[in-house]
T-cell receptor
Framework: GQQLNQSPQSMFIQEGEDVSMNCTSS?????WLWYKQDPGEGPVLLIA?????ELTSNGRLTAQFGITRKDSFLNISASIPSDVGIYFC???????????FGQGTRLTINP | DAGVTQSPTHLIKTRGQQVTLRCSPK?????VSWYQQALGQGPQFIFQ???????QRGNFPDRFSGHQFPNYSSELNVNALLLGDSALYLC??????????????FGAGSRLTVL
């Protein structure tokens, strides 16, 4: 079945550093999404990507939709303590279709 | 504007029991999806409800069933609970669109522990 592979599985960085994580798939998706999940909460949408090759920013976050529609990356610049959490990529085939999630990247920041 | 609300937040059941989880979608949303998130994993799609009918279903057994009410709220029922059903159950709502992406808003989840 469809599966998304995220890397790295975990990251330990210093406050102020830049972060990069990516997601690959064996299947093509028409929409890629990046979510963040804090402990005890549901995932919160960070960035949505709708077109192959699209580069989108949301504050300190930047994400790109791969040209092949099989991969995406998320960058966080100048990390701050509130960036701690688990980041999930998710692919979606169509507007009403289910989301297929990766296994997550856990980000830990040392002050 | 209230987002997606789920109840209960935590519950403990024993093997073989049945459980019902509830979800109220975000105002203006008419589609409800349920996801199961095991510890340390990403959410897995269970099913989606629209216009009170199951529109899509993931790879889950028939022990998992659901319902959507006329006010768009939804229930997830799990029968004959197994230890492996222990997980965070997430409800997500969205506005049905003919074209374009269907952005989901997630609730905080119901954490089910099966002993």
């Amino acid at each position: 079945g469809q599966q998304l592979n995220q890397s790295p599985q975990s990251m330990f960085i210093q406050e102020g550093e830049d972060v990069s994580m990516n997601c690959t798939s064996s299947s093509i998706f028409n929409t890629w999404l990046w979510y963040k999940q804090d402990p005890g909460e549901g995932p919160v949408l960070l960035i949505a990507l709708y077109k192959a090759g699209e580069l989108t920013s949301n504050g300190r976050l930047t994400a790109q939709f791969g040209i092949t529609r099989k991969d995406s990356f998320l960058n966080i610049s100048a990390s701050i303590p509130s960036d701690v959490g688990i980041y999930f990529c998710a692919g979606q085939l169509g507007g009403a279709q289910k989301l297929v999630f990766g296994q997550g990247t856990r980000l830990t920041i040392n002050p | 504007d209230a987002g997606v609300t789920q109840s209960p937040t935590h519950l403990i059941k024993t093997r073989g029991q049945q459980v019902t989880l509830r979800c109220s979608p975000k105002s203006g949303h008419d589609t409800v999806s349920w996801y199961q998130q095991a510890l340390g994993q990403g959410p897995q799609f269970i099913f989606q409800y629209y216009e009170e009918e199951e529109r899509q279903r993931g790879n889950f057994p028939d022990r998992f069933s659901g319902h959507q009410f006329p006010n768009y709220s939804s229930e997830l029922n799990v029968n004959a609970l197994l230890l492996g059903d222990s997980a965070l159950y997430l409800c997500a709502s969205s506005r049905n669109r003919i074209s374009g992406a269907n952005v989901l808003t997630f609730g905080a989840g119901s954490r089910l522990t099966v002993l």
